[in-house]
C-alpha cells in the first residue's frame, strides 16, 4: 500500500513532441503528489507538486494530471527538448500533523529526447 | 539563496569502517530528511529530523544513526559498513507541509 507504480521504465521522444509519464498509487491517505528531474551525478530536484483537490496543474511546459478515483497521476513534457533527457521521478506522501512527511518515490523514468 | 548542501561529494571506505556525511538545509528550512539511491533506483527514506530529534524512520537497520544541530545542519552515520551500503545519499530540507522538499546533490559513498 505504500508504493508508488511508475511506466514506462524509459521512454524515447523526438524534439518538440510531448512526454507522458504515468505513476499510480493505493494507499488514499497519499494528499502530496511531487514530482522530480534527476541529471545523472545530482540530486532530485522539484520540478512540479499537486495535490488532490484539483485535477491538473501547469507550470511551464510541464503539466500534471490527476485522476482521484483512478488513483493515477501523469507528467506530461510539452514541446520536449534534449536538455530534458533525464530521470524522472514521480512520489507521493500524506499528511504528518501539518508538517513535512517522509517522500515515497516511483521507480524512475530516464527519458531521452532525441534532436 | 544557498540550496541544501552535502559534504563530502564522494567517499571511498573499506568495509567494516564507520562514516559521516553532513547536510546544510536550504536557508529557513527547519526539517531535514536523510534518503539512500543505489544505482538505478528511486530513494528511500532513512530518517527524519525536526527540532533536534528524530520524528520519522523508515526501513533501516540500527547502523544508520543521526544527529540535528541547533542551526538545522544534519549528519548521517552509518556504522559497520556493508558492501550493499554503496550508494548515492541525499539529504533533503523542508519547511511545513506545503513548502515542497529539496535535495541536495548528494553523497556518493563506495565502500570497498
Known amino acids: 500500500q505504500q508504493q508508488v507504480k511508475q511506466s514506462p521504465q524509459s521512454l524515447i521522444v523526438q524534439k518538440g513532441g510531448i512526454s507522458i509519464i504515468n505513476c499510480a498509487y493505493e494507499n488514499t491517505a497519499f494528499d502530496y503528489f511531487p514530482w522530480y528531474q534527476q541529471f545523472p551525478g545530482k540530486g532530485p530536484a522539484l520540478l512540479i507538486a499537486i495535490r488532490p483537490d484539483v485535477s491538473e496543474k501547469k507550470e511551464g511546459r510541464f503539466t500534471i494530471s490527476f485522476n482521484k478515483s483512478a488513483k493515477q497521476f501523469s507528467l506530461h513534457i510539452m514541446d520536449s527538448q534534449p536538455g530534458d533527457s533525464a530521470t524522472y521521478f514521480c512520489?507521493?506522501?500524506?499528511?504528518?500533523?501539518?508538517?513535512?512527511?517522509?517522500?515515497?518515490f516511483g521507480t524512475g523514468t530516464l527519458l531521452a529526447v532525441q534532436p | 539563496d544557498a540550496g541544501v548542501t552535502q559534504s563530502p561529494t564522494h567517499l571511498i571506505k573499506t568495509r567494516g569502517q564507520q562514516v559521516t556525511l553532513r547536510c546544510s538545509p536550504k536557508s529557513g528550512h527547519d526539517t531535514v530528511s536523510w534518503y539512500q539511491q543505489a544505482l538505478g533506483q528511486g530513494p528511500q527514506f532513512i530518517f527524519q529530523y525536526y527540532e533536534e530529534e528524530e520524528r520519522q524512520r523508515g526501513n533501516f537497520p540500527d547502523r544508520f544513526s543521526g544527529h540535528q544541530f541547533p542551526n538545522y545542519s544534519s549528519e548521517l552515520n552509518v556504522n559497520a559498513l556493508l558492501l550493499g551500503d554503496s550508494a548515492l545519499y541525499l539529504c533533503?530540507?523542508?519547511?511545513?507541509?506545503?513548502?515542497?522538499?529539496?535535495f541536495g546533490q548528494g553523497t556518493r559513498l563506495t565502500v570497498v
Open positions: 512520489a507521493a506522501s500524506m499528511n504528518y500533523g501539518g508538517a513535512t512527511n517522509k517522500l515515497i
Open positions: 533533503a530540507s523542508s519547511r511545513g507541509q506545503g513548502g515542497g522538499t529539496f
